[in-house]
C-alpha cells in the first residue's frame, strides 16, 4: 500500500516559482514511477511530468521547459518545481505513484490534490 500527501500548493503571481512536494509512505518508493499531474478548472486530468525508478523523465508539452520533477529515494519524497508561471497553470495537482507488485500487477495510487492558483 502506498499513500501520498501532497503540500505546497497555494497563490502565486504570474512569472513566480513554487515548489510542490509529494511525501510517499510504503516501502515502494525506490521501485515505483512516480509523478505529477494536474487537473485545470473543467477540464481533464493531464500529465505534467513523470520519474521512473531509474530517473528517466517526461514531461508535458505545457510545462516541459519550465518544469523539473525530482525524487529523494532517502526521504520518501518526490518534488516539483516550476518557474515562470502562467495563469494557465492553474490547476489542483496530483502526486501519482505506480509499480508492479510480485504478482505482476500494475498498482497505481494517487494523492488527494494541492490548488496551485496563478493570478495577479
Known amino acids: 500500500q502506498v499513500q501520498l500527501v501532497e503540500s505546497g500548493g497555494g497563490l502565486v503571481q504570474p512569472g513566480g516559482s513554487l515548489r510542490l512536494t509529494c511525501a510517499v509512505a510504503?516501502?515502494?518508493?525506490?521501485?515505483?514511477?512516480l509523478g505529477w499531474y494536474r487537473q485545470p478548472p473543467g477540464e481533464q486530468r493531464e500529465l505534467v511530468a513523470t520519474?521512473?525508478?531509474?530517473?528517466?523523465?517526461v514531461y508535458g508539452d505545457s510545462v516541459k521547459e519550465r518544469s523539473t520533477i525530482s525524487r529523494n529515494n532517502f526521504k520518501n519524497t518526490l518534488y516539483l518545481q516550476m518557474d515562470s508561471l502562467k495563469p494557465e497553470d492553474t490547476a489542483v495537482y496530483y502526486c501519482?505513484?505506480?509499480?508492479?507488485?510480485?504478482?505482476?500487477?500494475?498498482?497505481?495510487?494517487w494523492g488527494q490534490g494541492t490548488q496551485v492558483t496563478v493570478s495577479s
Open positions: 520519474m521512473s525508478s531509474r530517473g528517466s523523465t
Open positions: 501519482y505513484a505506480a509499480y508492479y507488485d510480485e504478482s505482476g500487477s500494475w498498482n497505481e495510487y
Open positions: 510504503g516501502n515502494r518508493f525506490s521501485s515505483a514511477t
